[in-house]
């Protein structure tokens, strides 16, 4: 599915951000599984650390704090450094795929209460992964460019280290290794600094996306009528809870970003303008830096933090945004192309103009 061309004017107001309070390094991971060294995370995957809910020095989770605090925490951030009240928010998005609260409240109900927000503040949750961000914004720039409203949080979450069974580390070992946990939150809104000027209109345009569930290669059951969980099967159930195919993530990381890359066609609203900046989800580093040097896109031209947090799965972009806008400050006008590759199979691309 392709959006127009055509710049909407809806720009990323603010960001927030929020980790579990302990970091863990590839040593204590290696320690807790004993199935390979500390260095084969960094040198296989890119990470370095990782804030997770799960302890992996005491080898128990975290009872005092879950993905629901994270997302308000990271919200709270968000309003406060764009100046703004909940009374501000028409909608909530929230994107998730490891709920640790409940299921129903669903997460962007539970926010909603937890903000305090007005009952006419919409509320709905995503069940996705790692392209969760893209996801929504989507959604966010359509609900603010048809006037639905005028600000849109985003938050996007994952914790998935709270899954992680002790028992069950030689199963799980390499969820310690690749994930981290962590909320993201983004105040998606109209350009007002825009309004009733000649300046060149920031924001998203050209949105792609699509799904290829065939090549799927995650699965976190629930029961649901076909596996209803009873007395005697839960053990067999929750050995079988999480299941993935790590061994086509490279394949199907490539595969979702050379097709977005080439959908795109590599422009915006001016023919073959080529984008400043490509930056996307943390998965892997070490093959989306592959697939950089493949493409001939410089590393300088895009933004990595799983070194320090870990592939943080639905949060994980809105993380890269956040920590790039801070740091890199991209100059006014300078385009970045945002590109997404998450279970489901979905991918997600957009345009952004700063």
């Known amino acids: 599915m392709r959006r127009s061309d055509r710049l909407t004017g809806v720009v990323m107001k603010a960001f927030g951000e929020s ?3 302990t970091q863990f390094t590839n040593e204590d991971v290696a320690r807790w599984h004993g199935r390979r060294d500390a260095d084969w995370i960094h040198e296989k995957i890119g990470n370095r650390f990782r804030n997770t809910l799960f302890d992996f020095r005491s080898n ?4 005092d704090l879950d993905e629901d605090d994270l997302a308000y925490e990271a919200s709270q951030r ?9 009374e501000d928010i028409d909608a909530i998005l929230f994107a998730t795929i490891s709920p640790t609260h409940n299921v129903f409240p669903d997460s962007a109900c539970t926010l909603h209460r937890r903000l305090d927000a007005p009952p006419n503040t919409a509320a709905i949750t995503l069940t996705t992964g790692c392209a969760g961000t893209l996801n929504a914004m989507m959604l966010a720039s359509s609900m603010v460019q048809c006037g639905q409203a005028r600000n849109v949080l985003v938050c996007s979450t994952s914790a998935m280290s709270a899954y992680i069974r002790p028992d069950l580390k030689d199963a799980m070992w390499l969820y310690g290794s690749i994930f981290g946990d962590g909320a993201s939150a983004i105040v998606v809104g109209s350009d007002t600094s825009a309004e009733g000027s000649h300046k060149e209109t920031r924001g998203f345009s050209s949105f792609f996306t699509g799904a290829n569930p065939d090549k799927d290669v995650a699965e976190m059951r629930f029961g649901g009528t076909k596996r209803p969980l ?11 809870f999480v299941n993935f195919n790590f061994r086509a993530v490279p394949g199907n990381l490539k595969t979702g970003f050379t097709q977005l890359y080439g959908q795109s066609g590599t422009r915006d609203e001016k023919e073959h303008e080529q984008p400043d900046w490509v930056l ?3 998965s892997n580093a070490r093959v989306q830096e592959e697939w950089l040097r493949e493409q001939r896109i410089g590393a300088d031209r895009s933004y990595f933090n799983q070194e320090r947090v870990g592939n943080c799965g639905a949060a994980s972009l809105g993380l890269v ?3 790039f806008v801070e740091e890199r400050k991209p100059a006014p006008g300078q385009l970045a192309l945002l590109l997404s590759v998450g279970t489901g199979l979905q991918y997600a691309g957009v345009f952004y103009r700063f």
């Open 321 to 323: 945004l956040g920590e």
């Open 280 to 282: 996307f989800n943390m």
């Open 230 to 240: 009873h007395s005697g099967n839960v053990v067999e159930a929750l050995a079988g």
């Open 60 to 63: 128990q989770l975290c009872t």
């Open 78 to 86: 968000a309003l406060k450094t764009g100046a703004l009240s909940i």
């Open 19 to 21: 980790l579990p309070p």
